[in-house]
């Protein structure tokens, strides 16, 4: 079986709903203000926010080229880019060198550079390349581009305050885009034509030299024909120079193919209680002597006409004597019928592009290696047929020579020429891979900031915010919310709910009950001291009414209670025990009344005085009140005085109710002092300012020394904390069709 105390357990009680509904009731006001907030935040920013316009430009573009054959299938069956193609030109169209050429078209230096600033920073030793650096990633951030789903479309966008800017840097970057895939396309076609170009002039030279050594041996030894077998190898040896010449070139293209490709290669390469106060109310119920009841009426007729002699004839009068000895007669009798009453009982949570031009520059040097092969297989023929040559006259070799020379030197020459031609014709045939299907208009329209999104996201932060704020709030607050959440952490029974009351000035009589009887407060005391008389009995007549902390109204019950059961006949008598902070005389107005109220039980217990100087009889409410007294400067030892056990016999033995307003049972020790001398006690519990953890070690205090605790009384409930709070007003004002008024709080000092 758990033997956990119910208040222990509490504290791993699940968060219900209608702790949820609660919590927001009571912090309505500041969940609003965090909405109304974050919705004024988001509006005064929409109001000082610059404006910013996107200016678009759409662009069909072809791919560059094709990675596999599987790429190639897919397109022509989908129609559409592979990934990767995409992937390449958006890269492409956000490269850096892009951007910088924009910046020089367009001189963005200047247009978006204030002449100060740039003077400024030029004085500081920046140079005319970082403006440029600057600029281009400024570039980078306000561009994106989108691919439009399966098309061949991407869109360009760039975000500028200023509209026309930004529709000019969009226009221009298409524009820079398609030059810059033509400049790609042209690039083997352009080292090739480069090369080609070149070489024409040198082999021109030899040319010429060589037909110019052939005529000159022509006419120096009168030889102009040569044998059969001479011109059949001179044919062979032409075609393999032919060959090798050809081969030659082609490894020439190759290396200078590889050595551009290395260059676009190196491109890539840069790379977050105030304390609650219990109340104790205590009573002792008995039932009234009729006896006594028709003495103490006697008694006060008596008083009266007492005070009527008196304003006839002197002390002396033989009637005002005879008046003094009457009453004199009527206490003794009183005190003689009550001590034979009393004696009846007693109380208790690889970027595409360079992937490509690597595949490229790999594809070069195995080119380059396969000639290598087939240079030297032709080299070995052609030693071979210059072997059997040199078998031949001397003359005829030599002029065999001159001739073949002349021969490869005009086909080599010839070549070259068609191949220059084939390369400038292929170089003007390309073109870029993009065209522009429509051009960037300035926009009138900000894209930035969208009024009505940003509201929506700023109210549905707001929101968010605010449950936060709720729930922060509520997480911090260590106080105990609710009447179901004040039983279930005391473990004790709910005796009495008294509602908020309304405002009571400073000079008004605090004794509610007497000023507005038929109030729902007054009713709700009311019965809350019939509840404390019932748990009591006949035999339990001194009680102490504490709280957990300071501020949470046990005064003010105290006293109400004691007046209530007064008024209904019983002899009670209210005793200040709160020697540090007592107002059990400020509350019922005796110090305006009384000019003794130096005196009281302080006095009482040190001797000074008697009883009978210490009560104070208040006649409007027939109610005695024993104050505090002189100012006690070690309460302590007074309260564990033996005298003050006395004192509770004697006042058991006089009345039937003994109301005792004690400190604060967590802030001082006096509670548990004198807990095991009285009858019972009652907390007195304030939502919203007793704290749970003083309320369990309150408890735990006086359950120690043996402290009878009748239960607990929840002050000041209202809506927000108390289930039953409808129920005390519903009949109170439909009965008397009165419209309902909002309700404030006692002031905290009660």
Same mark, same amino acid.
């Given at each position: 079986?758990?033997?956990?105390?119910?208040?222990?357990?509490?504290?791993?009680?699940?968060?219900?709903?209608?702790?949820?509904?609660?919590?927001?009731?009571?912090?309505?006001?500041?969940?609003?203000?965090? *909405?109304?907030?974050?919705?004024?935040?988001?509006?005064?920013?929409?109001?000082?926010?610059?404006?910013?316009?996107?200016?678009?430009?759409?662009?069909?573009?072809?791919?560059?080229?094709?990675?596999?054959?599987?790429?190639?299938?897919?397109?022509?069956?989908?129609?559409?880019?592979?990934?990767?193609?995409?992937?390449?030109?958006?890269?492409?169209?956000?490269?850096?060198?892009?951007?910088?050429?924009?910046?020089?078209?367009?001189?963005?230096?200047?247009?978006?550079?204030?002449?100060?600033?740039?003077?400024?920073?030029?004085?500081?030793?920046?140079?005319?390349?970082?403006?440029?650096?600057?600029?281009?990633?400024?570039?980078?951030?306000?561009?994106?581009?989108?691919?439009?789903?399966?098309?061949?479309?991407?869109?360009?966008?760039?975000?500028?305050?200023?509209?026309?800017?930004?529709?000019?840097?969009?226009?221009?970057?298409?524009?820079?885009?398609?030059?810059?895939?033509?400049?790609?396309?042209?690039?083997?076609?352009?080292?090739?034509?480069?090369?080609?170009?070149?070489? *024409?002039?040198?082999?021109?030279?030899?040319?010429?030299?060589?037909?110019?050594?052939?005529?000159?041996?022509?006419?120096?030894?009168?030889?102009?024909? +040569?044998?059969?077998?001479?011109?059949?190898? +001179?044919?062979?040896?032409?075609?393999?120079?032919?060959?090798?010449?050809?081969?030659?070139?082609?490894?020439?293209?190759?290396?200078?193919?590889?050595?551009?490709?290395?260059?676009? +290669?190196?491109?890539?390469?840069?790379?977050?209680?105030?304390?609650?106060?219990?109340?104790?109310?205590?009573?002792?119920?008995?039932?009234?002597?009729?006896?006594?009841?028709?003495?103490?009426?006697?008694?006060?007729?008596?008083?009266?006409?007492?005070?009527?002699?008196?304003?006839?004839?002197?002390?002396?009068?033989?009637?005002?004597?005879?008046?003094?000895?009457? *009453?004199?007669?009527?206490?003794?009798?009183?005190?003689?019928?009550?001590?034979?009453?009393?004696?009846?009982?007693?109380?208790?949570?690889?970027?595409?592009?360079?992937?490509?031009?690597?595949?490229?520059?790999?594809?070069?040097?195995?080119?380059?290696?396969?000639?290598?092969?087939?240079?030297?297989?032709?080299?070995?023929?052609?030693?071979?047929?210059?072997?059997?040559?040199?078998?031949?006259?001397?003359?005829?070799?030599?002029?065999?020579?001159?001739?073949?020379?002349?021969?490869?030197?005009?086909?080599?020459?010839?070549?070259?020429?068609?191949?220059?031609?084939?390369?400038?014709?292929?170089?003007?045939?390309?073109?870029?891979?993009?065209?522009? =299907?429509?051009?960037?208009?300035?926009?009138?329209?900000?894209?930035?900031?969208?009024?009505?999104?940003?509201?929506?996201?700023?109210?549905?932060?707001?929101?968010?915010?605010?449950?936060?704020? $709720?729930?922060?709030?509520?997480?911090?607050?260590?106080?105990?919310?609710?009447?179901?959440?004040?039983?279930?952490?005391?473990?004790?029974?709910?005796?009495?709910?008294?509602?908020?009351?309304?405002?009571?000035?400073?000079?008004?009589?605090?004794?509610? $009950?007497?000023?507005?009887?038929?109030?729902?407060?007054?009713?709700?005391?009311?019965?809350?001291?019939?509840?404390?008389?019932?748990?009591?009995?006949?035999?339990?007549?001194?009680?102490?009414?504490?709280? =957990?902390?300071?501020?949470?109204?046990?005064?003010?019950?105290?006293?109400?209670?004691?007046?209530?059961?007064?008024?209904?006949?019983?002899?009670?008598?209210?005793?200040?025990?709160?020697?540090?902070?007592?107002?059990?005389?400020?509350?019922?107005?005796?110090?305006?009344?009384?000019?003794?109220?130096?005196?009281?039980?302080?006095?009482?217990?040190?001797?000074?005085?008697?009883?009978?100087?210490?009560?104070?009889?208040?006649?409007?409410?027939?109610?005695?009140?024993?104050?505090?007294?002189?100012?006690?400067?070690?309460?302590?030892?007074?309260?564990?005085?033996?005298?003050?056990?006395?004192?509770?016999? $004697?006042?058991?033995?006089?009345?039937?109710?003994?109301?005792?307003?004690?400190?604060?049972?967590?802030?001082?020790?006096?509670?548990?002092?004198?807990?095991?001398?009285?009858?019972?006690?009652? +907390?007195? =519990?304030?939502?919203?300012?007793?704290?749970?953890?003083?309320?369990?070690?309150?408890?735990?205090?006086?359950?120690? =020394?043996?402290?009878?605790?009748?239960?607990?009384?929840?002050?000041?409930?209202?809506?927000?904390?108390?289930?039953?709070?409808?129920?005390?007003?519903?009949?109170?004002?439909?009965?008397?069709?009165?419209?309902?008024?909002?309700?404030?709080?006692?002031?905290?000092?009660?």
């Amino acid at each position: 079986m758990d033997n956990t105390p119910d208040f222990e357990r509490a504290e791993y009680t699940e968060l219900t709903l209608e702790d949820i509904f609660r919590m927001f009731r009571k912090h309505r006001m500041l969940f609003v203000g965090v *909405i109304i907030a974050a919705i004024a935040l988001t509006a005064l920013y929409l109001f000082f926010a610059t404006p910013i316009y996107e200016a678009s430009v759409t662009v069909k573009i072809e791919p560059t080229s094709k990675s596999s054959i599987s790429d190639i299938f897919m397109d022509q069956v989908t129609g559409s880019y592979t990934s990767k193609d995409i992937s390449t030109e958006v890269e492409l169209i956000k490269s850096r060198s892009n951007f910088e050429n924009v910046i020089e078209e367009l001189g963005l230096i200047d247009r978006m550079i204030e002449p100060e600033i740039k003077e400024k920073f030029i004085q500081e030793g920046y140079s005319e390349e970082d403006f440029i650096d600057s600029l281009a990633k400024t570039l980078s951030e306000i561009t994106t581009v989108s691919p439009v789903k399966d098309t061949r479309i991407v869109k360009i966008s760039v975000q500028h305050a200023d509209p026309v800017l930004a529709t000019e840097i969009a226009n221009k970057l298409a524009e820079v885009y398609n030059e810059k895939l033509a400049e790609l396309s042209k690039r083997d076609v352009k080292t090739k034509r480069e090369f080609i170009d070149s070489q *024409i002039p040198l082999i021109e030279a030899d040319l010429r030299k060589a037909t110019d050594a052939l005529k000159t041996f022509k006419e120096t030894y009168k030889i102009y024909v +040569l044998e059969e077998h001479a011109r059949s190898l +001179l044919q062979v040896l032409s075609n393999y120079d032919q060959q090798y010449n050809d081969l030659s070139l082609q490894l020439k293209e190759k290396e200078a193919e590889k050595e551009a490709y290395l260059e676009l +290669l190196q491109e890539f390469e840069t790379s977050e209680a105030e304390t609650r106060v219990s109340k104790w109310i205590k009573t002792s119920e008995t039932y009234m002597n009729p006896v006594i009841t028709q003495l103490k009426t006697k008694r006060a007729e008596l008083e009266i006409e007492l005070a009527s002699l008196k304003q006839q004839y002197p002390i002396t009068d033989p009637k005002v004597q005879a008046k003094l000895s009457e *009453i004199a007669k009527t206490d003794e009798l009183i005190k003689r019928e009550t001590e034979n009453f009393i004696r009846t009982g007693e109380s208790q949570t690889l970027n595409p592009a360079y992937e490509e031009a690597l595949i490229n520059y790999i594809s070069s040097n195995s080119s380059i290696q396969v000639l290598e092969s087939r240079l030297k297989a032709v080299e070995e023929l052609k030693a071979r047929y210059e072997a059997e040559l040199n078998r031949l006259p001397a003359l005829e070799q030599r002029l065999l020579e001159l001739q073949r020379q002349v021969t490869v030197k005009e086909n080599l020459y010839t070549l070259m020429l068609e191949k220059l031609e084939e390369a400038k014709i292929s170089e003007a045939a390309v073109v870029g891979n993009a065209a522009v =299907v429509d051009y960037a208009k300035p926009p009138k329209v900000p894209v930035k900031p969208n009024k009505k999104l940003s509201l929506a996201i700023g109210s549905v932060l707001g929101i968010f915010l605010g449950m936060l704020t $709720v729930f922060l709030v509520e997480y911090l607050d260590k106080t105990l919310k609710s009447e179901e959440e004040i039983e279930r952490y005391s473990g004790l029974s709910v005796i009495g709910r008294v509602p908020e009351i309304e405002n009571l000035s400073e000079s008004e009589d605090e004794l509610y $009950v007497r000023i507005h009887p038929t109030a729902p407060q007054s009713e709700a005391i009311k019965l809350a001291a019939s509840n404390i008389s019932f748990l009591m009995g006949d035999e339990k007549k001194a009680i102490a009414i504490t709280s =957990v902390s300071p501020g949470e109204g046990k005064s003010f019950v105290a006293a109400n209670v004691a007046f209530y059961m007064a008024s209904s006949g019983y002899r009670t008598v209210l005793v200040d025990l709160d020697m540090r902070r007592p107002r059990v005389e400020k509350i019922l107005g005796l110090n305006k009344k009384n000019k003794k109220n130096d005196r009281g039980i302080t006095d009482l217990i040190k001797g000074d005085i008697k009883l009978e100087e210490a009560v104070i009889k208040d006649y409007d409410t027939n109610l005695d009140v024993i104050p505090m007294g002189s100012r006690a400067t070690n309460p302590t030892l007074l309260l564990s005085s033996k005298k003050l056990d006395e004192l509770l016999k $004697v006042l058991k033995e006089r009345y039937d109710r003994i109301i005792i307003d004690t400190p604060p049972a967590l802030v001082t020790s006096d509670v548990s002092l004198i807990a095991n001398k009285l009858d019972g006690i009652v +907390l007195v =519990v304030r939502p919203g300012v007793a704290l749970r953890d003083g309320l369990r070690i309150t408890i735990n205090n006086l359950q120690t =020394v043996g402290a009878s605790l009748l239960g607990v009384l929840v002050n000041g409930v209202n809506q927000q904390t108390s289930g039953y709070y409808h129920y005390y007003y519903y009949y109170y004002y439909s009965e008397g069709g009165k419209k309902r008024k909002r309700k404030t709080k006692v002031d905290d000092k009660i």
